[in-house]
């Protein structure tokens, strides 16, 4: 990271789905898909941001953009903030996010070429014109590694880990700032995944880009982030840096996520302990009172189902939303995690 | 241990408008009673289709088991009539799937189609199979298995799901349980709900486990011995610890260092494998895994190496020594 001028902040962000019902599709309840969250992404830095299915990351990532218009919450990006933009203002602020899907199958047109759909974003933001575009195309598919002579395929033509670098210059097309990277890897094989992530590092340094790098793979987050937050139901659990999240988690969800983790060693997985989970995640349509995640959790006590606890810094940027965790300076918490097996 | 699953030669093939595809092409391998094999690999590798074959699912036409048996207590799976199968099948060797979303009819209540088997093999009365499917979904973890009996597949979650497939492929006490990625499509919390259910159901009733999977790192935890298949062969085979320590062939090295890992504490670079898994319309006259091996020597390309012992029962298909790079003699 080379300093820590904030790029993007996300300030209290909620997103909200109305559930309709009947012939006159009165809403009857609410999706919490996303319930007051906030963090900032520094220039430079690569935030993971992980999360069971569910759990609003996607959201999040869509919400930012403005794909999804926020219930509340302000999202300041460049001394704007997105939500109150519309129109025209809004369309020139896109050009500076981009996004990266997660199904390489079905994020690109079948019927466009790869020029078509590289080159679709520099004729809507006029950059470019007429051979310039091919050209610029070709230089984009040299950047992702890919042959520019590809340029007049089609995506039926590739194999998934090649799709996704085309939906890579795509995003790259207009030379973003901030790229939303929506479980990129997801869908590729494991030993092509190593590839498409080299790639997004590779140009991280030589264009200076920032990632939301959203993902369900904790040891593939831990891999490409600075940074990672952690998500339940719709809200924050833990946000610290990577080393620090890691070896030292303090929200009883993430400890308990992370040991979920099955690691590929057969030494260290016969020593290991596991904290298994009781039960599923619950409906965010009627989410848990107090702290979203009381009905699960192995420690939970009286005041976890009243009051939801608040987003707090324990340790120099390090966050967490737990009422357990005592205050800043002991780490520990008072009652240890009980593990089985 | 006695050995009571031999499979030798194996191999299917099917038939597309684009030629023929060669998915299984000579698959041995052997399980032993109690024991976990873990048979790993990317899509498209055959792994699926290797244990569909011996469960004689694959669907016919386009596929067909063209050679190999699979020997099951003194029998062949392969060649055995319709009749007999049926009664190993769901029994003797059960199955599970990757999908618990797609797995069950949406009209039938659960614990009737959980009962099923027993109705089938056992013809056990309505009375019995219900008592028995209580204490099988109680055996699995659902709370208040009385009460869900009658539920239906919709008012159960993903992981309750799961667990009840396995409460139905249960229900017979089989000697053999096939799990065809039971727990891709689940969240890594109720991932490992699953997985320690399925090791605590293995010691409680001693029965032999084939895991599919593409994931090494659940493996790692729950397998005796572990095949690694590429391009519809088994390419390595070692005991657990062997194979993730000193693994031997090029794809595996591969494999293991593409995965990022929590224990691993730099951040280094991902060492990814060039190129992507092989299309496979022609049988192999060369190492499938040739194009894309970064040890390769030029016999690999006109010769096809066949599995050869290189440690303690540990068996490797590569021309070449992975520590020297060099052919081996």
Not at chain 1, 65 to 81: E, H, I, S
Not at chain 1, 204 to 214: A, R, S
Not at chain 2, 190 to 204: F, G, H, N, S
Request: glycine share 8%.
């Amino acid at each position: 990271m080379n300093n820590n001028e904030v790029l993007l902040s996300v300030e209290n962000l909620v997103m909200h789905f109305p559930i309709r019902r009947g012939v006159f599709q009165n809403v009857v309840g609410y999706v919490h898909a996303v319930d007051g969250i906030s963090f900032d992404i520094r220039r430079g830095e690569t935030l993971g941001l992980v999360g069971e299915s569910g759990c609003g990351k996607s959201t999040t990532g869509r919400a930012i953009l403005q794909l999804y218009k926020p219930t509340d919450g302000k999202v300041t990006f460049k001394g704007q903030n997105l939500v109150e933009l519309h129109g025209d203002k809004l369309r020139k602020m896109r050009r500076h996010m981009q996004m990266i899907f997660q199904d390489p199958y079905a994020s690109l047109n079948p019927r466009m070429s790869v020029e078509q759909i590289i080159g679709e974003p520099i004729y809507i933001h006029n950059i470019l014109k007429g051979a310039d575009v091919r050209n610029r195309v070709k230089e984009l598919l040299q950047l992702v590694r890919l042959n520019p002579s590809y340029i007049d395929r089609y995506p039926h033509e590739f194999s998934g880990g090649q799709r996704q670098r085309i939906g890579v210059a795509r995003a790259l097309a207009l030379q973003p700032e901030l790229i939303i990277c929506d479980e990129p890897i997801s869908a590729l094989d494991v030993s092509v995944q190593a590839q498409v992530v080299n790639l997004l590092e590779d140009l991280q340094k030589e264009m200076n880009l920032t990632y939301l790098f959203i993902a369900h793979d904790l040891s593939m987050v831990r891999h490409i982030s600075d940074r990672v937050a952690v998500m339940y139901l719709g809200v924050m659990a833990e946000l610290a840096d990577r080393e620090e999240l890691y070896s030292n988690p303090l929200h009883p969800y993430t400890i308990a996520l992370l040991s979920a983790v099955p690691i590929p060693s057969p030494v260290i997985e016969a020593k290991r302990k596991r904290i298994i989970l009781k039960g599923d995640v619950p409906s965010p349509v009627n989410p848990p009172s107090g702290c979203r995640f009381h009905t699960r959790c192995p420690l939970a006590v009286a005041i976890c189902s009243e009051k939801r606890p608040d987003w707090r810094e324990v340790r120099p940027d390090h966050f967490v939303a737990c009422h357990l965790v005592p205050a800043e300076g002991t780490t520990k918490m008072k009652t240890p995690m009980p593990t089985s097996g | 241990m006695p050995e009571i699953l031999n499979v030798t030669g194996l191999e299917t093939q099917f038939t597309t408008y684009d030629g023929i595809v060669h998915a299984v092409n000579g698959v041995d391998f052997k399980l032993s009673e109690g024991e976990t094999l873990g048979l790993v690999g990317e899509s498209g590798c055959g792994k699926s289709v290797t244990m569909m074959s011996i469960l004689r699912l694959i669907p016919s036409p386009p596929g067909k088991v063209v050679a190999g048996t699979a020997m099951f207590q003194g029998k062949d799976l392969i060649t055995m009539d319709d009749e007999e199968l049926r009664h190993i099948r769901g029994s003797q060797i059960s199955m599970i799937f990757q999908d618990p979303m797609t797995y069950f009819n949406p009209v039938i209540p659960m614990g009737k189609q959980v009962a099923e088997p027993l109705a089938i093999h056992l013809g056990v009365t309505k009375k019995e199979a219900e008592a028995r499917v209580v204490e099988l979904l109680n055996l699995v973890g659902i709370p208040n298995p009385r009460e869900r009996y009658k539920d239906y597949p919709h008012q159960f979650s993903g992981g309750m799901r799961q667990r009840a497939m396995i409460a139905m492929a249960l229900t017979c006490s089989p000697q053999i349980l096939i799990a065809d990625e039971p727990t891709t499509a689940l969240d890594v919390t109720i991932q490992a709900q699953i997985v320690e259910l399925v090791k605590e159901l293995r010691d409680k009733l001693g029965m032999a486990i084939i895991w599919i999977t593409h994931d090494l790192g659940i493996v790692a935890g729950l397998a005796d011995r572990v095949s690694v298949m590429y391009g519809g062969y088994i390419i390595e085979e070692a005991p657990v610890k062997a194979l993730y320590v000193e693994p031997k062939h090029p794809y595996t090295i591969g494999l293991l260092g593409s995965l990022p890992s929590l224990s691993r504490s730099r951040k280094e670079r991902l060492i990814s494998i060039d190129g992507i898994p092989p299309v496979l319309f022609r049988k192999a006259t060369a190492c499938p895994f040739a194009p894309r091996c970064a040890y390769r020597v030029d016999r690999c390309l006109n010769e096809n190496p066949s599995l050869q012992e290189v440690g303690l029962n540990h068996y490797a298909a590569c021309w070449v020594d992975a520590e020297t790079r060099k052919e081996r003699s």
